[in-house]
């Protein structure tokens, strides 16, 4: 079985501080992903990597970076928190060749205050 | 721009009817139309998928049916039943240019009540 592990369940940050969401995968999978949801506007992609040291800008990357140094490990930076920021924030996996297949971990819920 | 139209927002059945959920694409490269499925507290989860040279995917009560010409497609729950109340999530993706993203709808919220 895929396993996407979130690092934390539930987050309360400050405005300003910096937040970092960790993301293990224990597939071996070459493509990771971050997503954030909102109700009523489904999940929009902040950023991916397809392989180690690589990312690339999803459709909303302002205000966030990433980082991964492994192959198992995809981390998502708020480099100085916004309320806006408050959200639910996914992390998904997969492998190169399975047809898109996407694995995803249970969600962060990030609060800004 | 939102390239995938999720329609309706939200959706109430009743025990052993059919659920209907519709998906709307623009860009003709897409190649991959899988559906996920979300409970609460749980991470989106591949359902089902199709391709676009058939017109129709089967699995279960779960089907696809795909109109390559309208661009669209949608999702079927036979015998829809109160477990299967959850947000679902049609998506799209360009595989034939290498691409691993998928853009998601904004998702379906289906309740299945006795």
């Known amino acids: 079985d895929v396993k996407v592990t979130q690092s934390s369940r539930y987050l309360v940050k400050r405005t300003g501080e910096k937040v970092f969401l960790e993301c293990v995968q224990d597939?071996?999978?070459?493509?990771m992903f971050w997503y954030r949801q909102d109700p009523g506007l489904g999940l929009r992609l902040i950023y991916f990597?397809?392989?180690?040291?690589?990312?690339e800008k999803g459709d909303i990357p302002e205000g966030y970076s990433v980082s991964r140094e492994k192959k198992e490990r995809f981390s998502l930076i708020l480099e100085s928190a916004s309320t806006n920021q408050t959200s639910m924030y996914l992390c998904?996996?997969?492998?190169?060749?399975?047809?898109?297949?996407?694995?995803f971990g249970a969600g962060t819920r990030l609060s800004v205050l | 721009q939102q390239q995938v139209k999720q329609s309706p927002q939200s959706l109430i059945v009743q025990k052993g009817g059919i659920s209907i959920i519709n998906c709307a694409y623009e860009?003709?490269?897409?190649?991959?139309f899988p559906w996920y499925q979300q409970f609460p507290g749980k991470g989106p989860a591949l359902l089902i998928a199709?391709?676009?040279?058939?017109s129709e995917k089967k699995e279960g009560r779960f089907t696809i049916s795909f109109n390559k010409s309208a661009k669209q497609f949608s999702l079927h729950i036979m015998d829809s039943q109160p477990g299967d109340s959850a947000t679902y999530f049609c998506?799209?993706?360009?595989?034939?240019?290498?691409?691993?993203?998928?853009?998601f709808g904004k998702g379906t919220k289906l309740s299945v009540i006795p």
């Open positions: 998904a996996s997969s492998p190169q060749g399975a047809g898109n297949i996407q694995y």
């Open positions: 990597s397809y392989d180690v040291k690589m990312k």
């Open positions: 860009n003709t490269a897409f190649d991959y």
């Open positions: 998506a799209a993706s360009n595989t034939g240019a290498g691409s691993y993203q998928l853009t």
């Open positions: 199709i391709r676009p040279d058939v």
């Open positions: 597939m071996d999978h070459e493509n």
